[in-house]
């Protein structure tokens, strides 16, 4: 649309630097649109858009973003629920028994699950959508706009220069127009037009008003009608570049709608547990199976993916020696896995940062310890065979654990234990500790209880915690692999056999998260391009003056917003302009 | 493998040197702003346009455009373009104003950018040295941390300073800089040690790589921030009409948009890469625990950090907003930065408990 001509009102060139983009509040466009933001008017439909645009503004999306980050602060400060500690609610409970209730009413140890939380991101996005969907779609249009016509007053607009030169306007614009589009701006000759036809039509390469562009074609006829009133037909170059600029700008908004989309697949189709196994056992993707289990919405559990696996071995090697001595080097669990019932079995290890992954469900690798093996016989002469894990103990290398015998005769059993992979003598008051955390000594220290376990006190109890309100303490002693201790009173004997290891898994399925991860590159890429491109335009003229010497005129325009530097461009460019379009020898 | 000990005795000398440098920088460009030339206003708007190529007769900056007659000769254009000073921008300044009451802070403006230049290459070398006497990237704790977050910094502001004319941010930033590394010696100082074994993974190194470079920016952005305020201040003071204060502190400012537009650059050069920092510590997190997004205290702040910036960057292109406004939501911004790495790192615990304090 080379026939595009036309000129802006100088007055209306501030207007025109924010129209190089296609943010919807423009203080002179939109008319309508801003009356109707402003005033609900009397009708449900305006009223409804009147929401509509109330929501969509860009001065609802910052307070919703402030709102969003004030709603988080809870969350980091208060215990959580799905947070890396859960017990840490408890805690609260008990230290705060009065505003605890309050605080768990408003859902402030579950900010992130909150139906508040989810009001704000989901108003936020839904004001998102309304917002970048039909600017994608503005943005698209202008996208195949032509550069607008020159302004009549080139010299008016923010940066400008001119020279005279020796070569005739064609000459000199010809050459202009080639420079220009060898450096990638979108480029046209405009010739012999009349400089001061409405302006209207220039306005934009915002095709957003969507009458603009309609605008255009019926106009074109009234320029040469209006020809007269300027000071004749001049010709110019129209020159534009960066609309790379929105482009990325809008890919980096449609990509955050994108992520939400990715974070919503998971939580409705997806699942995330945990599972302790010891060695030589194995796990089947049932949930029994699981020690924890959340699944998504819409997971049918009946459904899970048929693999399973067991453990059958798991090594660890530690630092020795150094500062550094004790420090994990390396965690690995061997495991022969398939991925449904009856494929033939595959070996695969599972390391730290190497999942297993299957049918779309990873399991991870999470924690690791020791599972003493004890034979037990009971004072009938009954014997139980045990293999318990132990769980670690934080700063230590010292597992912890109990054995639980409800059906020892004549009385219930019950076992507390420390495993020491290496055990020593503390040196300060001889107790046996652990010293490094490889089986290099391995020792359990235990004390035997009997009495009654509690279990059918109906109140849950944990499997790793021994109640011994109602149980005496009838031995304690330290047994290395294979000793034997026999109870008092004949009550019978404890055999430590020796120990296995175990590790525990977190099994996660995440549809969602190829989507996010994708969305979240395009983000990056997105903003990058949004605020490392300019967006701006630049006119040449060339023109007989009156003295019949050519005169070259170059202006240019960029958003006022952007970082700046378009001086130094504008200024290169006509560096290279001058190159190609030399000033008279009198003017150097 | 063993800690250094030498090196780590060194890389600690080297940060007190470094601390003695930028503490004398600091001074040089106080007294520069304080009796210096002053930052005229149509200079510094116009820095920018810093050299006027010879075969360009007639430039003319935004501020005389409108002051040239239509169709005027491209001398007349030259004269008129002299005449209203813009020119002077560029390379009048050196010569021409050289009066000798102005020679010694001119010199200590010069001096102080050389201080900073040495006290950089001091902290550098601090950072190199405990680095390699520890075997290991040198921001595993609170302490490394403010190390490699100043040195990002002042990094940062000798870069822009190659770019346009930045000194007049010295005092502005040599003073936090030199308050952290005071705090970071004498308060967060832990002795080099090898990193716990959950540190180690190289998306660990990237995310907090890119964290530290995205902080060090913010940094130099909102001491150009707090310069516009104040500069916005006087100027909305002096254009009401009451008095001026301090008209020293007024005179060092430049122009207010020329604040305003490097505080935006600096911040939009940040966001991305904060961004960017935010994306690979999920990554880090879903290679470790299987999770990528757990709303831990140090994940839930950098997420908040990166929300208020976003409202920045918003309120900056929202009419009404722009201004004054939306630097407030900057200044929280970085609030949120301080936020996350005192608060949080040593009273909230989580699973990023690496403070080592
Ligand atoms: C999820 C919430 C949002 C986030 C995190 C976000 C983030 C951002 C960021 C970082 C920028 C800076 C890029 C640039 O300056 O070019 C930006 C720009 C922009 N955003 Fe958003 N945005 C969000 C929602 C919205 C909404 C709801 C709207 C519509 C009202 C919107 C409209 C815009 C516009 C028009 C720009 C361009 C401003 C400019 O060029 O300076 N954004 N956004």
Redesign the interface.
């Known amino acids: 649309m080379s026939d595009t001509h036309v000129d802006i009102d100088e007055d209306a060139l501030s207007a025109e630097v924010s129209k190089l983009d296609t943010?919807p509040?423009s203080?002179d466009e939109y008319g309508t649109r801003q009356r109707a933001r402003r005033t609900p008017g009397g009708s449900a439909m305006s009223v409804l858009r009147w929401a509509w645009y109330s929501l969509t503004s860009?001065?609802t999306?910052?307070i919703l973003?402030?709102l969003?980050?004030l709603a988080?602060?809870p969350?980091?400060?208060l215990p959580?629920r799905?947070?890396?500690d859960p017990l840490r609610v408890s805690d609260y409970y008990a230290k705060h028994p009065t505003l605890a209730p309050i605080l768990d009413h408003l859902g402030l140890f579950n900010?992130?699950g909150s139906a508040w939380f989810a009001a704000i991101y989901l108003l936020l996005f839904i004001s998102l959508a309304g917002c970048v969907l039909p600017r994608s779609r503005r943005h698209l249009r202008a996208m195949r706009l032509r550069p607008p016509a020159a302004p009549r007053?080139i010299?008016?607009?923010?940066?400008?220069?001119?020279?005279?030169t020796d070569q005739s306007p064609d000459d000199a614009l010809g050459r202009a127009h080639e420079l220009l589009r060898r450096k990638h701006f979108r480029a046209d000759r405009a010739d012999n037009v009349d400089s001061r036809a409405d302006r209207a039509d220039n306005v934009d390469s915002r095709a957003d008003r969507a009458d603009n562009v309609d605008f255009r074609a019926d106009r074109a006829d009234t320029v040469d009608s209006r020809a007269d009133r300027g000071t004749g037909p001049t010709s110019s170059v129209n020159a534009e570049k960066g609309h790379l600029r929105e482009t990325g700008n809008l890919l980096f908004h449609v990509s955050l709608l994108v992520v939400l989309v990715g974070i919503a697949l998971t939580s409705v189709f997806g699942f995330?547990g945990s599972a302790l196994v010891k060695e030589h056992d194995g796990f089947t993707d049932t949930t029994i199976d699981y020690d924890s289990f959340s699944p998504g919405r819409f997971v049918n559990i009946d459904k899970l993916p048929p693999f399973s696996f067991t453990l059958n071995k798991f090594e660890a090697t530690y630092q020795r020696g150094?500062?550094?001595n004790g420090?994990?080097?390396s965690f690995a669990a061997n495991v022969s896995w398939q991925p449904s019932l009856g494929a033939p079995p595959r070996d695969y290890t599972i390391e730290?940062?190497h999942?297993l992954s299957t049918q779309g469900t990873?399991v991870?690798l999470?924690n690791h310890g020791y599972a003493p093996h004890f034979i037990v016989r009971d004072g009938s002469g009954h014997s139980f065979d045990e293999t318990v894990p132990f769980i670690p103990q934080p700063g230590t290398s010292q597992y912890d654990g109990v054995v639980k015998l409800p059906d020892a005769k004549p009385q219930q059993l019950g076992i507390t234990g420390i495993f020491l992979p290496t055990a020593s003598a503390n040196p300060v008051n001889g107790m046996p500790t652990s010293i490094f955390p490889a089986p290099d000594n391995p020792a359990v220290v235990i004390g035997v209880f009997s009495g009654d376990l509690g279990l059918n006190s109906g109140l849950p109890q944990s499997v790793y915690a021994l109640d011994t309100a109602k149980m005496s303490r009838i031995a304690t002693t330290t047994l290395r692999p294979g000793d034997t201790l026999t109870l008092p009173n004949g009550a019978g004997t404890v055999t430590f056999v020796g120990y296995d290891q175990w590790a525990a898994f977190?099994i996660?399925h995440d549809p969602g998260?190829p989507v996010?991860f994708g969305a979240?590159?395009a983000?990056?890429l997105g903003?990058?391009m949004s605020?490392a491109i300019r967006r701006r335009r630049l006119w040449v003229r060339a023109s007989r003056?009156?003295s019949g010497r050519t005169?070259v005129e170059v202006g240019g325009l960029t958003r006022t917003?952007a970082?700046?530097?378009f001086?130094?461009e504008f200024?290169r460019l006509?560096?290279a302009l001058?190159s190609v379009v030399p000033?008279t020898a009198q003017?150097? | 493998m063993p800690v250094d000990v030498g090196l780590a005795r060194l890389s600690n000398d080297l940060i007190a040197g470094g601390i003695v440098a930028y503490s004398v920088a600091f001074l040089g460009f106080a007294l520069d702003a304080a009796f210096g030339e002053g930052f005229d206003k149509k200079a510094s708007a116009s820095a920018e346009q810093a050299v006027v190529p010879a075969q360009v007769p007639a430039l003319v900056g935004a501020s005389t455009a409108g002051s040239l007659p239509e169709g005027s000769t491209s001398a007349d254009a030259t004269g008129a373009a002299a005449g209203a000073g813009a020119a002077d921008g560029a390379g009048a300044r050196g010569a021409s104003t050289s009066s000798d009451k102005y020679k010694l802070p001119r010199r200590s403006g010069l001096f102080a950018v050389v201080c900073t230049v040495i006290g950089w290459l001091l902290e550098g070398g601090a950072i190199l040295s405990r680095g390699l006497s520890v075997h290991r990237l040198p921001w595993g704790n609170m302490y490394e941390f403010t190390l490699a977050l100043t040195f990002a910094s002042v990094t940062a502001f000798l870069v822009l300073m190659t770019r346009q004319r930045a000194r007049f941010l010295g005092v502005f930033l040599m003073a936090p800089v030199v308050l952290a590394l005071g705090l970071a010696v004498l308060v967060l100082y832990v002795p080099a040690a090898p990193l716990m074994p959950a540190l180690h993974s190289y998306w660990l190194a990237i995310h907090v790589t890119a964290a530290i470079v995205a902080s060090g920016v913010f940094i130099v952005g909102t001491a150009a921030t707090v310069m516009f305020l104040i500069a916005d201040r006087y100027a909305l003071a002096a254009a009401a009409g009451k008095p001026v204060r301090f008209t020293g502190l007024a005179r060092m400012m430049p122009d207010r948009d020329v604040l305003d537009r490097t505080a935006y650059r600096a911040y939009a050069f940040a966001f991305p890469i904060w961004t960017f920092a935010v994306i690979a510590g999920a990554i880090w997190a879903e290679y470790a625990w299987g999770h990528y997004w757990q709303w831990d205290p140090k994940e839930t702040w950098a997420f908040i950090t990166w929300v208020v910036y976003a409202g920045y960057l918003h309120a900056r292109a929202t009419a009404g907003w722009r201004g004054r406004k939306a630097a407030y939501v900057a200044m929280l911004g970085f609030a949120t930065i301080l936020f996350n790495f005192f608060v949080v790192n040593i009273f909230i615990s989580g699973m990023h408990s690496y403070a080592g304090v």
């Open positions: 943010i509040e203080p860009m001065r999306a910052l973003l402030f969003l980050a988080s602060v969350g980091s400060i959580q799905g947070g890396s900010v992130f007053n010299s008016r607009l923010p940066v400008s220069t001119s020279w005279h995330t150094g500062p550094a420090d994990a080097n730290v940062n999942p990873n991870y999470a977190n996660t998260k996010v979240v590159c983000t990056v903003l990058v605020l003056d009156d005169l917003d970082s700046g530097g001086e130094d200024k006509v560096t001058q000033p003017d150097g």
